[in-house]
């Protein structure tokens, strides 16, 4: 077990990120093991997805050993992921990822899940390896010649921030399905007990070249969400943020953690930051019945091919530019 709790495993969040809508189960043995999973259910592609509430990071049950001596402490655990496995109600599939620091993933394993290793990057709590001295000198030159030609921001506009986003998803994806609602919540719910930012470059007119939100709790800072401006060139407005988020992680004495990547290309220039790399399990447990749709629609998506859909995507902004697509939308302040 995690000697702190994460901000994704607050009751706080998960009201915030699911507007009231996230669900639990407990699991007692009837003597000292009790277990508790908070959970969301999700639709993806046809399927039923039982999962951490939206826009979660890292998460995991919380269970209680009770007497149990050292040597049974996985055994037991085992026994509660089991029992809480027969208390969720009717899925197709169940997605967790558990935090760097968790111990869990073995006894998920033995348990039948399927385990399997991701990666962020975190600063050095103890303050023997620095950052810049370690991290690549071209995005060291990047990041000194950038902060001379664009203005660094700490805001709290989530509107300015999510205009830039809508923004960026729209020109790189046919549908926007971005869940402005539950960003907008959680950002508020965060910035009122004082453990968000928003950190944003800025061009010479003063727009917006980059933004990301920053998340905390008492122990690490999560480069949570970030975008950019489609229409400017300046790449190096990403690097820029990311050195002033780990700057800002620093100064309040907390880990930074970049949250992870998406592609094999973004963890290549994420490495290049003089970060140390984490790993963190991703769980999972498909249905037998299920694993033929999934396996379906992951064949259509490769027929359509990532080449095409960048093709058809860039073909449709020059027919469409993005201005004159779509209008910011309606988000609560």
């Known amino acids: 077990m995690l000697d702190h709790a994460p901000i994704f495993e607050q009751e706080w969040w998960y009201q915030a990120a699911t507007d009231g809508k996230w669900k639990q189960v407990e699991y007692n043995d009837g003597k000292n093991l009790t ?29 209680h050993l009770g007497a149990a001596k050292p040597k049974e402490d996985l055994s037991y655990s085992v026994k509660a992921l089991k029992g809480l496995a027969d208390l969720l109600p009717k899925h197709d599939q169940f997605k967790y990822s558990l935090p760097p620091d968790s111990k869990m993933d073995i006894a998920f394993c033995l348990a039948g899940y399927t385990v399997s290793a991701n990666y962020t990057f975190r600063t050095d709590p103890s303050g023997g390896h620095d950052p810049w001295v370690e991290m690549d000198q071209k995005v060291r030159y990047n990041i000194k010649t950038g902060s001379k030609r664009m ?14 986003s809508s923004l960026f998803i729209k020109d790189r994806a046919f549908t926007d399905i971005v869940d402005y609602g539950a960003i907008t919540r959680i950002w508020e719910a965060c910035f009122s007990r004082k453990q968000a930012t928003i950190l944003s470059c800025v061009d010479a007119q003063g727009q917006d070249i980059a933004s990301a939100i920053l998340i905390w709790d008492n122990r690490h800072l999560y480069y949570w969400l970030n975008c950019r401006n489609p229409e400017s060139n300046d790449y190096t407005a990403n690097s820029v943020l990311i050195w002033n988020a780990v700057e800002f992680a620093q100064k309040a004495g907390l880990i930074f953690d970049m949250d992870g990547y998406a592609t094999p290309n973004a963890g290549i220039f994420l490495s290049r930051f003089g970060l140390l790399p984490h790993r963190r399990f991703d769980v999972s447990m498909i249905k037998s019945a299920a694993r033929l749709k999934t396996a379906f629609s992951s064949h259509l ?14 073909a449709r902004n020059v027919i469409r530019p993005p201005k004159q697509r779509f209008a910011l939308p309606n988000v609560a302040t």
């Open 35 to 63: 277990a508790k999973l908070i959970f969301a259910e999700h639709r993806y592609r046809g399927l039923t997805v039982i999962g951490m509430p939206t826009l979660a990071r890292v998460m995991q049950p919380i269970i």
């Open 151 to 164: 203005g660094v921001e700490f805001h709290d506009d989530i509107a300015r921030y999510i205009k830039l």
């Open 301 to 314: 998506v490769e027929m359509v091919g990532p080449k095409l859909r960048k093709q058809l995507l860039t």
